[in-house]
């Protein structure tokens, strides 16, 4: 796809997080089940109907934009993904990997953090209201599911693997 | 590698950096030169030093752990800078070229941001405080970065773009 405008640019952005999403719904299951931690569980499945929702609202800006729904591959959240899946395999306590998915899944939130915090802003130059409305809401929910994920970190699970 | 312990998981984390901002450093010239932002570029290039003291850190926290600096290859960071690198390819208009390259400079800091925040937790309950203090102090200089950026975008990159 060859990139023009900002509109060509939020459009690419929207299909990279859209493929994000995606795999993230995909991955949640399989990290809730290798963690042992029930708080982290029960956050991780919190997080994996948010992120059902999540992906309702970019099909919404996918509507705004004119545009069917679809993703692109995206290299970034593919490279983190992988990182859990490695760490799955070379990690034999069952606490201490806990304490690295609990990392891993903190690193997914902040590169949403960032790609929302960047689609928010180029919503709002193209004078897409509704899109920022949706976009903000899904950054709002990042930062919170971030929040608590250090909560937890805190709290039980690194002490716990110390 | 095996990691059996939080000091396995920790040294794990210290590698994965330490490969990751050794591929920042490769990466921030090209980058700097690509985009078409004074400001931008000054930036970038300001990053470029704080990131090679930062490497120094590191070294000073392999030192603490009685290891050998060396990194072990980081998907994740290799993933957002192939994203960077195939949006250069992509993108005909320098304006938004720019504005995408603002926003993949801030994925690398996020990205940093949670891994390094993830390392002040785990030296805090290793009890190693020179590397708590290390960590915190590259902590800090990537959230001001990442702040910098977001200031940057706003004043100044995505205006033009728009």
Avoid at 15 to 30: H, L
Avoid at 32 to 60: M, W
Avoid at 82 to 106: M, N, P, Y
């Amino acid at each position: 796809m060859a990139v023009q405008t900002m509109k060509d640019l939020f459009l690419h952005g929207i299909q990279d997080v859209y493929y994000a999403e995606k795999r993230i719904v995909e991955t949640i299951p399989k990290i809730a089940k290798a963690v042992d931690s029930k708080k982290l569980s029960e956050a991780l499945e919190h997080h994996l109907e948010e992120t059902r929702g999540q992906i309702k609202r970019l099909e919404k800006v996918f509507e705004n934009c004119g545009e069917k729904a679809k993703g692109v591959e995206c290299p970034a959240i593919d490279g983190i993904i992988k990182e859990s899946d490695e760490i799955i395999k070379e990690t034999k306590d069952k606490q201490v990997l806990t304490a690295a998915l609990l990392a891993g899944a903190q690193a997914v939130e902040h590169y949403e953090i960032s790609r929302y915090g960047t689609l928010c802003e180029w919503a709002k130059l193209l004078d897409d209201d509704d899109s920022y409305k949706l976009l903000s809401e899904t950054l709002a929910e990042e930062k919170a599911a971030d929040k608590k994920l250090t909560d937890i970190a805190q709290k039980d699970v690194n002490r716990k693997a110390a």
